[in-house]
């Protein structure tokens, strides 16, 4: 005979029915569960020793109250999160409150925002990922740089991470809020010049998007459209600041007037006329190229990493053991034995100030930088120094080649 999927060792006395009680809480909205669904699942039995040496046993649920059975048995779950495991969803990280709903008043002295800030990626959710893909990468043009399944999606221009994403986590054949309803008014899309925003609305008429307004505010130009769900977007771009309109005291008067689509789109066909110039060496670097160094760093210092590993472990058999991380550090910056390694190193140091948001590097620069990378990174039987010894040790340590081959693919990429 079985108990609750136990199989009993003796004669069974007795067996008292359960009624598993559930869990009258909906942490984020989710539904209710029975107990019987959680995991790990409740004990199935509890053994009873007589004095006398009897044995019985009974399948039982201890405590009378479905939370005291929660918080013996599940304290390992909190209740906010225990529905959400298995979730891509954000969790709640502020059980004591501290940025509980309050309202905001103006504080005299704050400091203002960094002007560097810029607003990024939006989500979105979305009915039918399906069909908000292909709207997303049809009538705009992004690219979807990776799925979550059926369920979620990243889409990005450029190569960024992604500047778009799409989820049905909560809205799966949902439909969209009321016009009077609070939330998103619309997000925009800014596009580098008035030609590229002329060749959006040429993709948008070819693939029969209408159009909810077109408007020209006196800094920008922009188009108004909805998304499959009804999510309002803005495309549009910036005149230059010195153009921007101003009043007497120097404050900015946007305006609304009528934008001229076919003005807009003749400037889309003006410039597919003009002869394709190369790009500028002396321009100012691409983000896309800042993304990529960012990553061939991170790949230099796991690198550097596997052979500090290996030079410490040479260290150790000719010298003796390292006592501490400590220690190790001072070897790396003074001892002869670990100089070989200055040279990566100090190439990733110009790699951060290359990257850095205010550096004035150039595509130029980058390009120097992956040539030097590639010239540092040639290992050399017969040579002296770092390329001598960085042969030794793609020969001795199986985790430097693998290194060495990231490293590879990463420059590969950006030629």
Not at 174 to 179: D, E, I, T, V
Request: charged fraction near 25%; proline fraction near 7%; include cysteine.
């Amino acid at each position: 005979m079985q108990i609750h999927g136990c199989q009993a060792r003796g004669p069974v006395l007795r067996v008292r029915p359960v009624r598993l009680r559930r869990f009258a809480t909906r942490p984020h909205g989710g539904t209710t569960i029975g107990w019987d669904k959680l995991n790990p699942s409740l004990p199935p039995r509890v053994i009873h020793r007589a004095a006398a040496g009897a044995r019985r046993e009974r399948a039982a649920v201890p405590g009378s109250h479905g939370l005291s059975v929660f918080k013996k048995y599940l304290s390992h779950v909190t209740p906010h999160n225990w529905l959400l495991q298995n979730d891509h969803r954000p969790k709640r990280l502020d059980p004591g409150g501290l940025f509980a709903p309050r309202t905001c008043a103006i504080i005299d002295g704050m400091k203002p925002l960094d002007p560097r800030t810029e607003i990024g990626h939006v989500h979105l959710k979305v009915s039918d990922l399906e069909r908000a893909v292909a709207f997303y990468t049809n009538a705009l043009g992004f690219e979807v740089v990776q799925r979550m399944g059926t369920s979620a999606a990243f889409l990005s221009a450029g190569g960024y991470h992604h500047h778009i994403g799409l989820n049905t986590w909560e809205s799966e054949r949902g439909a969209a809020p009321p016009p009077d309803a609070t939330g998103l008014y619309h997000f925009a899309i800014r596009y580098p010049d008035r030609a590229a925003l002329g060749e959006a609305l040429r993709r948008l008429r070819d693939s029969s998007v209408p159009l909810e307004g077109a408007s020209d505010h006196g800094v920008s130009e922009a188009l108004y459209l909805r998304d499959p769900d009804g999510n309002g977007i803005e495309l549009y771009w910036d005149r230059p600041r010195s153009e921007w309109p101003r009043g007497p005291d120097g404050a900015l008067r946007m305006v609304t007037d009528r934008l001229d689509l076919r003005e807009l789109l003749a400037a889309a066909d003006a410039a597919a006329k003009e002869p394709e110039r190369p790009p500028s060496a002396y321009a100012l670097m691409t983000e896309q190229n800042r993304e990529r160094l960012r990553e061939l760093r991170a790949k230099l210092l796991q690198l550097h990493k596997v052979l500090l590993d290996d030079a410490r472990a040479s260290y150790e058999m000719d010298r003796g053991r390292v006592p501490s991380n400590a220690s190790l550090l001072q070897l790396v910056i003074n001892d002869p034995w670990f100089a070989w390694l200055h040279s990566l190193s100090e190439l990733v140091v110009r790699i951060d100030e290359t990257i850095d948001t205010d550096s004035p590097a150039t595509d130029a620069d980058a390009a120097a930088l992956i040539n030097e990378v590639e010239k540092l990174l040639t290992a050399s039987e017969n040579g002296e120094g770092f390329h001598r010894r960085y042969y030794d040790a793609l020969q001795r340590q199986p985790a430097v080649v693998l290194a060495h081959a990231d490293v590879r693919r990463v420059i590969k990429s950006m030629r």
